[in-house]
């Protein structure tokens, strides 16, 4: 992470960001983090319904008698198992979507800040530094992994939901 102090820039490669920190960062995108979350949440509900509803598509089938074991009662439950999978899987690639959106505007805004703090520095400061110095200074920008690394656990819902 780069931290300015003064007028120079600092790699701050040692100090870890606080909790306030991060939240204190976040506080521009607070519909789109609740957004997020509340999708998160939605795809959960959704996919922690559907052993209850297998369930009882399967207590209604050990007791009943109808043709196959086929009645009106199953098909209707299967009904609704189906379109509660629908759901999950579209609750999931809205959250999937929204996630992406958040991580990439967060990441974009962290690096157009390092890059106006970058071209505020004086010509003698960046003529007297090393190329790799300043190379290390960009690159190393926001811990951008955090963000972006966000996106893998709907990626990871999805797939359990198209198995199911």
């Not at 959106?101 to 007297?128: C, H, M, P, T, W």
């Amino acid at each position: 992470m780069i931290i300015l102090i003064g007028t120079r820039l600092r790699l701050a490669s040692t100090r870890v960001p606080t909790h306030m920190e991060l939240l204190n960062l976040l506080k521009k995108y607070k519909k789109l983090a609740f957004i997020v979350v509340i999708l998160g949440f939605a795809t959960n509900i959704l996919a922690l319904s559907v052993p209850k509803l297998t369930a009882g598509i399967i207590d209604i089938a050990t007791s009943s008698s109808g043709f196959l074991g086929i009645t009106p009662e199953i098909m209707q439950s299967v009904y609704i198992l189906s379109g509660v999978a629908l759901a999950t899987f579209v609750v999931a690639g809205l959250q999937i979507y929204f996630s992406s959106i958040f991580a990439e505007k967060v990441a974009y805004d962290i690096r157009k800040d390092l890059i106006d703090k970058v071209g505020d520095q004086s010509f003698n400061y960046i003529a007297k530094e090393t190329p790799s110095r300043l190379l290390t200074l960009i690159t190393s920008d926001d811990n951008t992994y955090f963000f972006s690394s966000y996106k893998v656990a709907p990626n990871k819902s999805l797939c359990t939901n198209i198995i199911t």
